[in-house]
């Protein structure tokens, strides 16, 4: 990766537009100049000791940019990604936009890259949910050596995920609580100061919610399993990054748990934590590049199962990391 590239970050004032800023800073990906874009534009963006004004999205010319980062929202994608690609860009956008579409590439670096190679078709590829990342970077190391039965997971979901609002939202909340002064909601559906909220996304005809359809649809994708088996629900928790799985899983084969366990310390991307410790999201996940996983066991009352906790930084693991090592194999492997 001797060359430069020039690279556009479209929601460079988002959470996640900040993170994969500051890692292009931290991994020295290649990169010449950084346009800073955002909706409305204006104002100023750290990055290596500079300060970057900000462009409005609107009147940006995609054609200065080789590579560029979406980090805003389904409805910033759909407006402009198809502009980029067609000024010669190359795209990864974190939104749910194109998720779904068969002809773009959905891609977890840890567990499918072999992917990447559609990416042409389109000058595209998806960056999945911070669900499907995290559950399929330690699903895969099972699914090769003893196959994927069944997968039970409740997603607990920070508010970040939610982006800067969300963020607000339970800070400004629970300062109210403490103050005994009324709670108002305008991001959430209901008080998520102290709160657990069962439903994030719209009820489907069958009971789910499109975020447990979506968890379910993106990990057959990435796993390559379009039967998988897998039950989800997601619940909004009162904090502030750091997404977390409580997860069943049934294998085909049967596993012993030394087996599982040396399967997961070797995964990449993965940090098994043994011997009683367990991770959380402030106090591993928060700011860090792993899927931690602690509390392996086996499931006493199901043949083949397993049960694990896993957390990991929804912002930087679950959506900034993950686009950029995507640019990273871009980079090396098609565009070097």
């Not at 204006?42 to 000791?49: C, E, H, L, N, Y």
């Amino acid at each position: 990766m001797s060359k430069s590239y020039n690279v556009a970050v479209v929601g460079c004032d988002t959470l996640v537009g900040e993170a994969v800023l500051n890692l292009l800073e931290e991994r020295a990906v290649p990169v010449a100049m950084v346009h800073a874009v955002a909706l409305e534009g204006g104002g100023r963006v750290a990055f290596k000791g500079k300060q970057l004004k900000v462009a409005p999205l609107a009147d940006f010319d995609f054609s200065q940019a080789q590579l560029a980062f979406f980090c805003a929202d389904d409805a910033v994608a759909e407006a402009y990604v198809a502009k980029a690609t067609a000024a010669g860009c190359v795209v990864i956008d974190d939104s749910p936009c194109f998720r779904l579409e068969d002809e773009v590439p959905l891609v977890v670096p840890e567990v499918n890259p072999e992917a990447l190679a559609g990416y042409a078709k389109q000058k595209l590829v998806a960056n999945p949910g911070t669900n499907a990342t995290l559950l399929t970077t330690v699903l895969k190391p099972l699914q090769q050596a003893a196959g994927i039965a069944h997968v039970d997971v409740v997603a607990l979901q920070a508010v970040s995920g939610k982006d800067k609002a969300g963020v607000e939202e339970l800070a400004r909340q629970a300062t109210a609580m403490f103050n005994l002064k009324t709670i108002e909601n305008s991001v959430f559906d209901k008080q998520i100061a102290f709160n657990l909220l069962p439903q994030i996304g719209a009820i489907l005809d069958d009971g789910s919610t499109r975020e447990e359809a979506k968890l379910a649809w993106e990990a057959a994708r990435i796993l390559g399993q379009d039967d998988l088996p897998l039950n989800a629900t997601c619940v909004r928790v009162p904090v502030f990054y750091g997404h977390a799985l409580v997860l069943h899983v049934e294998t085909q084969r049967d596993l012993s748990l030394d087996e599982a366990q040396a399967l997961l310390q070797a995964a990449p991307g993965v940090t098994l934590m043994t011997e009683r410790e367990y991770p959380t999201a402030v106090s591993e996940a928060a700011g860090n590049d792993t899927v931690f996983v602690g509390r392996l066991r086996r499931d006493q009352t199901r043949p083949r199962g397993l049960d694990l906790w896993v957390v990991a930084d929804n912002i930087r693991k679950g959506a900034a990391l993950n686009s950029i090592q995507i640019a990273e194999y871009l980079l090396k492997d098609y565009l070097g």
